[in-house]
């Protein structure tokens, strides 16, 4: 596959709905990741202010803005709108989709109210 920067593409297509998945090629593997994005967590990826990053925690795999927790260059990335969501190297291979599970408790609790 043929790039002109640093990144490999690779695109998943799901329901009426784009992501482009951005790679390091030096640094990450070749297969491509394959993740869902729910609607609720597309919509509210989209409604923020900054780009996401899924995190390694604790309480396991959790949605912060990149102003909490800053990217990684091992990180994957996938385009969602106009924001990035930047996939830690080490959650990738456990989590098949994002959803509201990975959001922290305060966001949860803003979203209630």
């Known amino acids: 596959m043929e790039s002109t920067d640093s990144y490999s593409k690779f695109i998943i297509i799901l329901p009426a709905t784009f992501f482009y998945i951005l790679a390091p090629s030096p640094i990450m593997p070749d297969k491509p990741l394959s993740l869902n994005v729910t609607s609720e967590m597309e919509e509210y990826i989209r409604a923020r202010s900054t780009d996401m990053r899924v995190a390694t925690t604790c309480e396991g795999p959790l949605m912060f803005s990149v102003k909490i927790s800053p990217p990684k260059a091992t990180d994957h990335i996938i385009v969602v709108g106009e924001r990035k969501v930047y996939v830690s190297a080490v959650q990738a291979p ?15 609790e803003k979203k209630r109210k």
């Open 94 to 108: 456990h989590i098949n989709e994002i959803d509201a599970s990975m959001l922290p408790r305060c966001a949860l």
